[in-house]
């Protein structure tokens, strides 16, 4: 991080996202010859009480400790990591067991299973700096599982602390233990979990900024930053540019702030592509609600109100890194949310891109009117689809929960970011579009107004933004989704599995896999 003055009473920050990555590798064999200092060993939770999962260990040992386990306290739930002496033939100094939760004999461990003990693992391991994961690996699927879950445990953010001191680093090498070592496809697969523990990673580091230093304008140099090296271009509207295009939405949004928005376009386009999709990102560096202050409690949480633009960001360049054949363009629609003087009112009309005017009857509602900007931008390029995800309703936690995100849209999406969820490992659930809540948002002088009905409201932010939803060249609306991750992206409670504490990196996973559906059903 470097600080540089300018001419203004407030500081110029350059935001350089410091990424923890993770060096990961498969292993076969005498773990004598590749020592680390740490060996995990996996401890399911059986119908009859704990167990001691498949391991390298030597039979009398495996047999000793299976029969210690309750003793020590273990039940093979998830989280759970005991650190016992290692053995003579762990080629560790330390022998871990690790929860992976309920387990039957004869069954598979679900992915998602093994990838929370092994991120889990990793993550409570932080200070160590090789590990050894020796879980259950019978098919390349589990090792890419465990993989992942490993480079997303492996995180920290400390680069606002002025010491060391009481920190432990991440872990800064992992080697899976499998019988699949030699098999050529855990190369690809390996590269897959790094460049995903990348993304997601980068994703958790943005929206840890603190708000002094994320603001649009750094928000957008981290973009150009982060897009460096990779066949992926980027492109900035400024506030002069975004008053000549008619950007209303994220100008009327952003004119409480001394900080000036931002649109951010991020464009990666292969020649070989086969398919064209948009995604548009809510990039509310810092939410007060506005003239519609909210109240001061939690507000702090508000810093990762522009996951949503951290994500289609972080996806679009993950797809770069892999190399896929895919049109990705992200929309990061990008501004500070604050009260002043110069700030809009409830009740101003905003003309969105495109020309729909919007009453602003609540300027805590202001997500959806920096969307409804991208999201029309995103329409006039044609993609297949656009895919929204947005930070956008508080109602999003009172329907689903901390962990789990909403999506809306049209089926044929809906359904297949919910499939990619599913094998992603993230928690998605699709909810509809009642026809009945689209005349709640009637305004007496507008053509739209931005709040409506509150009971189901993650429902009615999402019928808002279907207004701005562009057609294709046939008359029909481009098939669309919105994704709202209010919850799950920012992690207010205990740290659990891969997942640290405030930004989660949610999403991420669900989009590359979305795509990467897409392309195996086109090619
Ligand atoms: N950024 C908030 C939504 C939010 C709330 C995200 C809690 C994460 C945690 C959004 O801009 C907002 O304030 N929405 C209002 C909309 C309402 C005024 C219609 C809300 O949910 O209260
Ligand atoms: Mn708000
Ligand atoms: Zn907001």
């Excluded at 391991?55 to 020590?72: H, R």
């Amino acid at each position: 991080m470097q600080i540089l003055p300018n001419n203004h009473t407030e500081l110029r920050t350059v935001l350089v996202v410091k990424n923890t990555e993770v060096k990961l590798s498969a292993v076969a064999g005498d773990l004598k010859k590749s020592p680390s200092d740490a060996l995990v060993v996996g401890v399911g939770q059986g119908a009859d009480g704990p167990v001691l999962l498949e391991n390298p260990l030597t039979a009398k040992s495996a047999e000793a400790l299976a029969e210690s386990l309750a003793a020590l306290g273990l039940t093979g739930a998830a989280d759970q990591a005991h650190r016992l002496p290692g053995l003579p033939e762990a080629g560790a100094a330390v022998l871990v067991l690790a929860g992976v939760g309920k387990v039957s004999p004869g069954t598979r461990i679900p992915d998602e299973a093994l990838r929370r003990a092994a991120g889990s693992a990793v993550r409570q391991l932080a200070g160590v700096s090789t590990v050894t994961l020796a879980l259950p690996t019978p098919d390349v699927a589990a090792v890419a599982a465990v993989a992942e879950g490993a480079a997303m445990g492996a995180y920290s953010f400390t680069e606002h602390r002025s010491t060391k001191d009481g920190l432990k680093d991440p872990v800064k090498a992992v080697r899976i233990l499998t019988d699949l070592a030699a098999d050529k496809a855990l190369k690809p697969v390996l590269e897959r979990a790094s460049l995903i523990g990348k993304a997601v990673k980068a994703t958790r580091s943005l929206v840890n900024q603190p708000p002094s230093h994320l603001y649009p304008e750094t928000f957008a140099d981290a973009a150009k930053e982060l897009a460096k090296g990779l066949p992926v271009k980027v492109t900035v509207w400024d506030e002069k540019r975004l008053e000549k295009d008619g950007f209303g939405g994220i100008l009327g949004v952003g004119k409480g702030s001394s900080r000036q928005p931002r649109l951010v376009k991020v464009e990666y386009a292969p020649a070989k592509a086969t398919a064209k999709i948009a995604l548009v990102g809510k990039g509310i560096t810092f939410d007060t609600g506005g003239i519609s202050l909210k109240p001061h409690l939690g507000m702090g949480e508000m810093k990762s109100d522009m996951a949503g633009a951290a994500v289609v960001l972080n996806t679009v360049l993950a797809l770069a890194e892999l190399g896929l054949p895919v049109k990705a363009t992200a929309w990061l629609c990008i501004a500070e949310n604050m009260p002043s003087g110069s700030a809009q009112r409830p009740a101003d009309v905003m003309t969105i891109f495109g020309g729909k005017t919007v009453e602003v009857l609540n300027t805590d509602a202001e997500g959806r009117l920096v969307m409804a900007d991208g999201i029309v931008a995103a329409s006039q390029e044609y993609p297949d689809a656009i895919i929204d995800v947005a930070t956008l309703t508080g109602a999003q936690l009172i329907a689903l929960g901390d962990r789990t995100a909403g999506v809306m849209g049209a089926d044929s999406v809906t359904g297949a970011i919910k499939a990619a969820a599913d094998r992603a490992g993230e928690l998605v659930w699709p909810m509809p579009l009642p026809e009945e809540l689209r005349p709640s948002l009637d305004s007496q002088v507008a053509d739209i107004a931005n709040i409506g009905e509150r009971h189901g409201g993650m429902m009615t932010a999402a019928v808002f933004l279907r207004e701005f939803v562009g057609k294709d060249r046939n008359g029909e609306q481009i098939p669309w989704a919105h994704i709202d991750i209010a919850g799950p992206s920012f992690n207010t409670g205990s740290p659990y599995g891969y997942t640290h504490k405030q930004g989660t990196g949610s999403t991420v996973r669900t989009l590359v896999t979305y795509v990467e559906d897409l392309l195996a059903k086109t090619a």
